[in-house]
């Protein structure tokens, strides 16, 4: 399968070239060539189907040519190692739970499937080893960090704004070992982006290192979201109703996974964007005007983005027709205040505790049902709630319980290495 850039001057590349390079040259994001249609028949047995096998079918032709069938087959089979249970909450509606990995989110997924592809494409070649540079607000530097270690050959460097992530996340950046660092940075998050934005574009760094990114703009990372949604049709498909799925969206890699999923054949009738205030989508849906803004702070703060770098594969989905668009994705926003509501709603109806994330793909899926009393919906719970805890104990006035595999890794002694300026980031990769 070819990739090329939407940005439409870089040459076009191969899966393994793309994933390495994680953006194309000319900076802009990597698009299928084409996009293969399942046959009705795949769907009309699905619920027969083991979730492997499902996964194997919808994401092979997007790597054919460059991972033999039998060992895709073993990155699926690890990468999809935990469950993703469908909880109902009311009779119209459930949530899946995509939270039940290593790192409590739904970005091991991801991580996971990366991780694996770039440690297959990297097998043969001993001699370079490939850095993948990253830096966090909180989630994904955990499931980075998770996904990658042990893989030979690549060597990860996590960049982290000192004491402004949350215990919890710091201990799953810190405390791995292996072929994992964590840099923590005497800044915020944004000095640690820009940091990674120089360093790629540092030739004293990249004609000694091979560096590549780790974000969902990673075709390896993007790709293989789609599962989840093969997933939830598989275990609704016998309600026998138009199925609709609410994600809550930030940098907008997982709906846009969903609508690719849509694309190649999965018969979702509708998806619903929810936001927190950074609402530059829903916004878009109803204006036809993309304004992107700077982030605020919320607290569902994984989706504080301004700018959501995948929406432009959206557009591309959709041909960049705002009407057939505006017929399968609806959008809508809410804030903190709603948020917090929410998550009392959920617990009175039902007695689950989700996090502030789910609540707002709650709050969205709502909104649209109150018009679609005929549909069924599903909204994603991307994040296990014990990873916003403040907020779910403080608004539910209850006590979370702790999974296992956390409380094993809050007991790990954190190793990090501080820095203070890009030159402290420098020479520790020439080090
Ligand atoms: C990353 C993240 C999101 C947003 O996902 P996008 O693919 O960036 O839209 C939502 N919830 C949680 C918990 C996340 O970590």
């Known amino acids: 399968m070819i990739y090329n850039s939407l940005n439409k001057k870089s040459k076009a590349a191969e899966f393994p ?47 054919e040519g460059s991972i033999p069938e039998d060992e895709l087959r073993k990155i ?56 993948v540079l990253v830096a966090t607000s909180g989630d994904t530097g955990g499931a980075v960090a998770n996904g990658f270690l042990g893989v030979p050959g690549i060597e990860v460097v996590i960049l982290y704004p000192k004491g402004k992530v949350s215990e919890v996340q710091e201990q799953q950046l810190t405390t791995l070992g ?83 999923a ?31 803004k700077k982030s605020s702070p919320t607290i569902s703060n994984a989706m504080d983005v301004g700018d959501p770098s995948n929406f432009i594969r959206v557009l591309k989905i959709f041909g960049d027709d705002f009407d057939s668009l505006k017929e399968t994705l609806s959008g809508f926003r809410f804030t903190d205040d709603e948020t917090r509501e929410a998550l009392k709603e959920i617990h009175e109806i039902s007695g689950y505790v989700a996090d502030p994330h789910g609540a707002v793909g709650y709050l969205g899926l709502k909104e649209y049902l109150k018009d679609h009393p005929e549909k069924y919906g599903i909204f994603l719970e991307t994040a296990h ?30 190793k990090s290495i501080e820095i203070q300026d890009y030159q402290g980031l420098k020479d520790f990769l020439l080090r």
């Open 17 to 63: 070239e793309a994933v390495v390079r994680g953006i194309a040259p000319d900076r802009g994001l990597y698009f299928p060539e084409k996009i293969h249609r399942l046959p009705d028949s795949f769907f009309e047995n699905i619920e027969q189907k083991s979730i492997p096998e499902i996964a194997f079918q919808a994401i092979a032709p997007f790597v």
């Open 76 to 131: 699926i089979a690890e990468t999809l190692d935990f469950d993703f249970p469908i909880v109902p909450i009311t009779n119209q509606m459930g949530t899946l739970e995509l939270f039940q990995g290593p790192t409590l989110a739904f970005k091991d997924v991801g991580a996971r499937f990366m991780a694996r592809c770039l440690g297959y494409f990297n097998k043969e070649n001993t001699s370079q080893k490939i850095t």
């Open 178 to 260: 292996q072929n994992i660092t964590a840099l923590e940075v005497d800044g915020v998050f944004d000095d640690c982006q820009d940091m990674v934005k120089t360093a790629f574009l540092d030739e004293d760094i990249t004609q000694h290192k091979q560096l590549t990114s780790a974000n969902s703009i990673n075709v390896a990372r993007w790709l293989p979201q789609m599962f989840y949604y093969f997933i939830a049709y598989r275990a609704l498909k016998k309600i026998n109703k138009p199925l609709v799925v609410s994600v809550p969206s930030g940098n907008f890699g997982n709906i846009c996974a969903g609508l690719m």
């Open 262 to 292: 849509r694309e190649i054949g999965l018969p979702i009738d509708h998806f619903i964007a929810s936001t927190n205030i950074n609402d530059v989508v829903p916004d878009f849906l109803s204006s036809g005007v993309y304004t992107p």
């Open 385 to 414: 709630p014990v990873k916003f805890l403040d907020t779910v104990e403080d608004t539910l006035n209850i006590k979370v319980d702790i999974p296992e595999r956390l409380k094993d890794t809050l007991s790990k002694t954190k």
